[in-house]
């Protein structure tokens, strides 16, 4: 493990991602030209390898701060060109892969250039509860069924699932309904269990640095829905997907789930910006969650239509047949009709961006 020591070390909670830079001198650079810079990033307190051969000149600055942008080192005499070095996030970065990932979901492209959709109530409740909302969603066109057989509960005494029988249930309404199962996988112990069951195995937000998961989600045979945690920086975010595409699953979603901020309004704070700011440093499919990120019924469709029109590849969103009577998270659970407008907007924001072509999203 002696090799890990280094990235241990560096700091990225307090740096950029795009931080590290390769400095390529010209070929025809002088002495005093590359003291120059080597004195500079000396001054800037950046520690700084120069690497000379035959053929080029370069200077690696492994841990540079955010303040050291290429700006300030291009215009210097004998630099060619300040290109940012490879991510930390290895197979997660966006320049690791030749275009963007697009997962299978049981035959449900998430990434491509229509939108991804996964709809259900929060939590398995009762066949009569699952099936009611499972053919409304199926009859929208959706073809992703989402629903917790275990439930992470913020409170021990809260419902926490219905277990191997919500699985059952799950996989009922698959044949009945032809819809693929999104479903969440709590801990290590369940695993196997999701894993035959699910098409997507979710890993929650609170699970997001639960390490031990997201290893067995690495070898699972299934692709993996990875929220964001509540409090995790984009970095963080990328390196727990790292952990499951460095175990050999390459088939990872990440979802934006709200995070934890100073607003008493909503549950969470969307965070919109993240979704195009996660699409730059990553090739995987990124689709959000407006229902968990606002708690709130009446904020879910704005929300959703913010996060498309921001780019995101996708929604999975709660919807139920009785909020009122839900066991989890009725108060941001959406009526069928609520629904149905917002899938309908959504899909109309998404086709302008594909319309419009890349750059858009
Ligand atoms: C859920 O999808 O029901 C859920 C618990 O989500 P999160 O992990 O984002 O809170
Ligand atoms: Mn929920």
Redesign the pocket.
């Given at each position: 493990m002696g090799h890990h020591t280094a990235d241990r070390a560096a700091p990225w909670g307090t740096m950029g991602v795009e931080a590290r830079v390769l400095i390529l001198m010209e070929p025809n650079a002088t002495r005093s030209q590359i003291q120059a810079v080597l004195a500079m990033l000396d001054q800037a307190g950046v520690r700084a390898v120069l690497q000379e051969s035959p053929v080029a000149t370069s200077i690696l600055a492994p841990h540079a701060s955010q303040a050291l942008r290429a700006e300030r080192l291009e215009p210097m005499g004998g630099v060619s060109r300040v290109v940012p070095i490879t991510s930390p996030f290895k197979l997660a970065s966006a320049d690791g892969a030749p275009g963007r990932t697009v997962v299978d979901v049981r035959g449900v492209p998430v990434g491509g250039p229509g939108l991804a959709v996964m709809a259900g109530p929060?939590?398995v409740e009762s066949r009569e509860q699952l099936f009611t909302v499972a053919r409304y969603v199926a009859e929208a066109g959706v073809r992703l069924l989402?629903a917790?057989a275990f439930?992470?509960r913020t409170s021990p005494y809260a419902f926490q699932g219905l277990g191997t029988e919500g699985l059952q249930l799950l996989e009922e309404a698959r044949r009945e309904f032809d819809l693929g199962i999104v479903t969440?996988a709590t801990e290590v112990e369940v695993f196997d269990q999701v894993e035959r069951t699910a098409d997507l195995i979710?890993i929650?937000?609170?699970?997001m640095q639960n390490f031990a998961l997201l290893k067995r989600a690495g070898r699972a045979s299934k692709p993996v829905l990875l929220?964001r945690g509540p409090a995790a920086t984009l970095e963080e975010w990328l390196f727990a997907a790292e952990y499951i595409l460095s175990e050999g699953n390459r088939n990872v979603i990440l979802?934006e789930?709200g995070i934890r901020t100073w607003s008493q309004h909503a549950r969470n704070t969307l965070d919109v910006s993240v979704i195009p700011a996660a699409q730059q440093l990553t090739h995987l499919p990124v689709i959000a969650?407006p229902?968990?990120a606002t708690g709130r019924r009446d904020l879910v469709i704005p929300c959703a239509r913010a996060a498309v029109a921001a780019g995101a590849a996708g929604l999975?969103v709660?919807t139920h047949c009785q909020p009122e009577r839900a066991l989890?998270?009725g108060p941001q659970a959406l009526l069928p009709w609520d629904f149905f407008q917002m899938l309908d907007q959504a899909r109309r924001i998404r086709a302008v961006l594909v319309q419009d072509g890349p750059g858009t999203i």
């Open positions: 929060c939590g989402r917790g439930k992470p969440e979710q929650g937000a609170r699970n929220k979802c789930r969650d229902s968990h999975i709660e989890s998270d």
